[in-house]
């Protein structure tokens, strides 16, 4: 069983930078898949960023270039590195890992995480 908390969100203007973070408990290495999610109001789930046990990454469009997803496996931290944020940027984010280390098939819309933290409210004004 893992917990999934993350932190770090916040209100910025456009163009600034935030750094997520997701603490992970009950966490082995190199078992997961972990991503992060956003949801804005009104709108669907959408999965931004995923990184496998081998640290191999994948992200949505819509982010390539501007977000990172990077993990400490000493800390057992997830985090999401967001630059240049845009307003289409506010959402909820939330972390989520699930027991597939290799990330397989985890981009199908139908895919759902296993576990799931709280969520870290970014705020994004122009």
């Known amino acids: 069983q893992l917990q999934l908390v993350e932190s770090g969100g916040g209100s910025v203007q456009a163009g600034g930078s935030l750094r997520l973070s997701c603490a992970v408990f009950?966490?082995?290495?190199?078992?997961?898949?972990m991503g992060w999610f956003r949801q804005a109001p009104g709108k669907e789930r959408e999965g931004v960023a995923r990184i496998d046990s081998a640290g191999g990454t994948t992200y949505t469009d819509s982010v390539k270039g501007r977000f990172t997803i990077s993990q400490d496996n000493v800390k057992n931290t997830l985090y999401l590195r967001i630059n240049s944020l845009q307003p289409e940027d506010t959402a909820m984010y939330y972390c989520?890992?699930?027991?597939?280390?290799?990330?397989?098939?985890?981009?199908?819309?139908?895919?759902?995480?296993?576990?799931w933290g709280q969520g870290t409210q970014v705020t994004v004004s122009s």
């Open positions: 009950g966490y082995s290495y190199g078992s997961y898949c």
């Open positions: 989520a890992a699930d027991p597939n280390p290799n990330c397989r098939n985890t981009q199908s819309r139908n895919y759902e995480f296993l576990y």
